[in-house]
């Protein structure tokens, strides 16, 4: 099963992609937390990308897709997987379906978990790390003993700069301009399906795994 996790930044896609990925035993790829890891490595991908990350705006697909040739390429994906943050734009959709076409593959289902600006304000703003240990936290679903301060080594917590409100704001712009296309891309080849992406996680699970059981 080869799956597209589409949806707003702060719709849970990482979250639900991971969960079900587990559950239904496909690779759960990332392109955030590649990406992430390139910059706190120091690659030549992470340089490149990095200023585009910290101002909210999208890494160009050149960048994306070079990336994910070599996934590709590397037979990571041979045994089904879940897009997390690829594609995201129409000419990256068209280069990922070009690609899998060469490999005799193609994507199975694009699905869309779908979030109220609001909503996503409201997640994003609140969403901390422990730079030490890398625990996510959510004010205020998941909260931490302390307040700022790790439970697991007492670091610090820190936001993401590309969670400050602002940003936030400026990447749903962002995807709107340019991530939202996708939408009709997925939606007139027929594989697009919707699910809401508000309500307990594990409420939107079952929903994303119904229709990803669904014939």
Do not use: W
């Amino acid at each position: 099963m080869n799956l597209v996790f589409l949806g707003p930044p702060g719709s849970g896609k990482g979250t639900q992609a991971k969960v079900i990925a587990e559950q239904i035993g496909v690779l759960h790829l990332s392109t955030g937390d590649v990406l992430r890891d390139s910059v706190k490595k120091g690659t030549e991908l992470g340089k490149k990308a990095q200023k585009y990350m910290e101002a909210g705006e999208l890494v160009p697909d050149d960048l994306i897709v070079g990336m994910i040739e070599e996934k590709l390429a590397s037979g990571e994906l041979d045994n089904g997987y879940i897009l997390d943050g690829f594609p995201r734009t129409v000419p990256q959709a068209e280069a990922l379906r070009d690609m899998l076409k060469r490999n005799d593959s193609a994507i199975d289902k694009a699905i869309l978990i779908d979030v109220s600006d609001e909503e996503v304000i409201k997640r994003l703003s609140g969403r901390f790390f422990c730079p030490t240990c890398n625990a996510g936290y959510n004010y205020p679903a998941k909260m931490p003993k302390q307040e700022g301060i790790c439970d697991n080594d007492g670091t610090k917590l820190q936001r993401r700069p590309d969670d400050e409100e602002d940003v936030v704001r400026n990447r749903l712009e962002v995807y709107q301009r340019q991530t939202a296309p996708i939408i009709d891309f997925y939606q007139k080849a027929s594989l697009l399906h919707k699910v809401a992406g508000e309500g307990s996680l594990q409420e939107i699970t079952a929903r994303l795994l119904k229709v990803i059981k669904e014939n």
